[in-house]
Structure formats: structure tokens, C-alpha cells
T-cell receptor
């Protein structure tokens, strides 16, 4: 079992729709969770971070964390073609603060 | 504010040569991370430093790889000797602390012929 798992996609949604990206992790004691967006040929950039169970909203983005289910998700409302990118889930484990990235989910937003 | 600065942006060299990648973290950030990204393996953490001290180097592939952080504003990742399988994009990132959001540099695209 991979430490951080994501569906590789591609996930295709029409413009204006809600895109839902999911991530599961294996280290039950993990405390810090991040979503990064990476455009082709560019470096990852931070979208959201969440530390507590529940929802955290920032503009069109909502991160959801469920530690009991070891599940973190990212919702993108009113998806735009400019949201088309690879979304990376990152989890920091309990021992030594090591950052583990998922393989990423490719998102396509169709105009 | 200046972000994380990496150099060079691109490096092409022949197998067996020494390669040195450089990174300047964001001022005030105490943690620095080196990653390697390939299509096959994704984004892998190689090593990270906290307050200039290496904390976890379990991701360093083998003895050919070494990393140093002589001061708070500079780090290097060295590969000697380089091999074609080392070809990848290498990212440096920094953060306020080891469990805080990371800010990535533009990366170094390394090609070993």
C-alpha cells in the first residue's frame, strides 16, 4: 500500500462544475495535509493546507479532512479552464516530519 | 519578496561528471527540502534540513548523492559520479518549519547523457 494514494485521472469536468479530488493516506497519526497545484513544466504551488478535521474554505477551494477515515479531499467550485493542472496531495507523517507526496491527479476543465 | 531561488535552471552533462545544484531558501525559513521528480516515481523527498541540520536523508538514492547546508541561506545537492538514471527535475523548497507549507523553487532540469 502506498503511503499517499491519489487517483491519477485524468479527471475531466465541464467549466463551471465542481471538481472533487481525493487522497487517502496510511499513517494514521499524520497531522498536516496539503494540496499543491502543478502546471506542466512548472513547480508545485500551495493551494490549501489543513490540520484539523472538517472543512476549510478559501475562495473557490475547499479542503476536507477526515482523520478517522484517513481521507483528505479538495473541492474546486466553478471550475475554470485555468484550473487544468495536476493536483498533488502531501501528508507529513508523525515520525520525523517527513513529507510524502501522492502521485497526483490530472484535472481537465473543458470550456 | 524573493522566492526560493535555484540554479542552474537547466544542466546537461555527460555520465560520470560531477553535478552541483544550488538553492537559496526564502529568508527566515528554517526548513529546506530537496526533491526529485520523474514521470515514473513522481515527487520524491531526498533530504530535508531544519536549522541547517540534516534531519532525514532516507530518500537519498545512494552514496553518489550528497547535500549540504553550510548556512541558513544556501544549500547544495551534489551528484558524483552522475548517471543517466539521475536525469530528472530537482526541486528545492523551504518553509517556516518542517510541518509548515512549503514554497518551491522553479527547479533544475537535469539531463545526464
Amino acid at each position: 500500500q502506498k503511503e499517499v494514494e491519489q487517483n491519477s485521472g485524468p479527471l475531466s469536468v465541464p467549466e463551471g462544475a465542481i471538481a472533487s479530488l481525493n487522497c487517502t493516506y496510511s499513517d494514521r497519526g499524520s497531522q498536516s495535509f496539503f494540496w499543491y497545484r502543478q502546471y506542466s513544466g512548472k513547480s508545485p504551488e500551495l493551494i490549501m493546507f489543513i490540520y484539523s478535521n472538517g472543512d476549510k474554505e478559501d475562495g473557490r477551494f475547499t479542503a476536507q479532512l477526515n482523520k478517522a477515515s484517513q481521507y483528505v479531499s479538495l473541492l474546486i467550485r466553478d471550475s475554470q479552464p485555468s484550473d487544468s493542472a495536476t493536483y498533488l496531495c502531501a501528508v507529513i507523517n508523525t515520525g520525523g516530519f517527513k513529507t510524502i507526496f501522492g502521485a497526483g491527479t490530472r484535472l481537465f476543465v473543458k470550456a | 519578496d524573493a522566492g526560493v531561488i535555484q540554479s542552474p535552471r537547466h544542466e546537461v552533462t555527460e555520465m560520470g561528471q560531477e553535478v552541483t545544484l544550488r538553492c537559496k531558501p526564502i529568508s527566515g525559513h528554517n526548513s529546506l527540502f530537496w526533491y526529485r521528480q520523474t514521470m515514473m516515481r513522481g515527487l520524491e523527498l531526498l533530504i530535508y534540513f531544519n536549522n541547517n541540520v540534516p534531519i532525514d536523508d532516507s530518500g537519498m538514492p545512494e552514496d553518489r548523492f550528497s547535500a549540504k547546508m553550510p548556512n541558513a541561506s544556501f544549500s547544495t545537492l551534489k551528484i558524483q559520479p552522475s548517471e543517466p538514471r539521475d536525469s530528472a527535475v530537482y526541486f528545492c523548497a523551504s518553509s517556516l518549519g518542517p510541518d509548515q507549507p512549503q514554497h518551491f523553487g522553479d527547479g533544475t532540469r537535469l539531463s545526464i547523457l
